[in-house]
């Protein structure tokens, strides 16, 4: 299959990709501070440099989007037409990457936590349930 858009188009889009201070990322640092926790970001000590680190509740959370990390069953984690075995390499390494980084989170003592873009709404009172329930609140 071809691509709708030309090489150059296609590029100029994924620069703009960010792997830092995404939409969904904020969304999630915005129903923590509200909530009256305190936390840090990307800390380089620690394997794979979280998104956001609770040190009170030894607790890190992973904001992964659905594409980039592959969410099963997820309509967002869709398989791309063209060029697909080079994206079938990038996000399987992208997966495994992530495996490695939680099991040496998990053996350092750390909770790990997943959230999915997916999972992140529009409604402040949705996320925050969806927090707590990943906290154990």
């Keep these: ?6 090489k150059e188009k296609r ?23 509200r909530m ?3 936390f840090r970001l990307h800390k380089k000590e620690l394997p794979g440099k979280p998104d956001i680190v609770l040190k009170k509740l030894n607790t890190v959370i992973f904001v992964h989007g659905c ?3 592959r969410h099963e069953n997820c309509i967002e984690a869709s398989r791309p037409k063209t060029n697909s075995e080079f994206w079938e390499k ?14 040496a989170l998990r053996e350092l003592g750390w909770n790990v936590i997943v959230v999915w873009e997916c999972q992140i ?14 906290l154990g609140l």
């Design 121 to 134: 709404k529009k409604d402040f009172e949705l996320n925050r349930a969806l927090v707590e329930k990943k």
């Design 90 to 103: 990038k996000i399987a390494k992208n997966i495994e990457r992530d495996k490695k980084h939680q099991k």
């Design 11 to 33: 590029s100029w889009n994924m620069q703009r990709i960010r792997s830092k201070d995404t939409k969904p990322e904020l969304i999630i640092r915005s129903v923590l501070h």
């Design 36 to 38: 009256g926790l305190r």
């Design 1 to 6: 299959m071809v691509d709708k858009i030309t």
């Design 67 to 69: 594409f980039w990390h």
